[in-house]
Nanobody, 125 residues
C-alpha cells in the first residue's frame, strides 16, 4: 500500500522560505515521476514542479528560480524547497506520485496515481 505523508508547511512572511517533505512508503521515489501541486480555496489544483525517474525537472513558470524539487533516495523522500515566498503562494500543497518512471509530455497536467493529505502554506505580506 502506497502512502505519502507531507510535512513542513507553516506560516511565513513574504520573502521567507519553507521546505516541504513528502515521505513515501510502499513506493520508491527514485524510480517514479513525482510532483508537487497546490490548491487554494475555490481555485483549481495546479502543478508547481515535477521530477521524474530520469531526474528531469519541470517547473511552473511562476515558481522557476524560487522553488526547487528534489529527492533523497536514501530516505525515500520528495522535497520542495520554496524560497522568496509570496502571498500568492498561500495554498494547501500536495505531493503526488505516478506509477510511471517518466512524467510524460505534460508532467504538471497529467493524472497521478497517489496523493498525500496535504500541508498548508500561508505567506503573509
Amino acid at each position: 500500500q502506497v502512502q505519502l505523508v507531507e510535512s513542513g508547511g507553516g506560516s511565513v512572511q513574504a520573502g521567507g522560505s519553507l521546505r516541504l517533505s513528502c515521505a513515501a512508503s510502499g513506493y520508491t521515489v527514485s524510480r517514479h515521476c513525482m510532483a508537487w501541486f497546490r490548491q487554494a480555496p475555490w481555485k483549481e489544483r495546479e502543478g508547481d514542479a515535477a521530477l521524474d525517474g530520469y531526474e528531469r525537472l519541470y517547473y511552473k513558470e511562476s515558481v522557476k528560480g524560487r522553488f526547487l524539487i528534489s529527492k533523497d533516495y536514501a530516505k525515500n523522500i520528495l522535497y520542495l524547497q520554496m524560497d522568496r515566498l509570496k502571498p500568492e503562494d498561500t495554498s494547501m500543497y500536495y505531493c503526488a506520485a505516478a506509477s510511471a518512471l517518466d512524467c510524460g509530455s505534460n508532467p504538471l497536467l497529467r493524472e497521478y496515481n497517489y496523493w498525500g493529505q496535504g500541508t498548508q502554506v500561508t505567506v503573509s505580506p
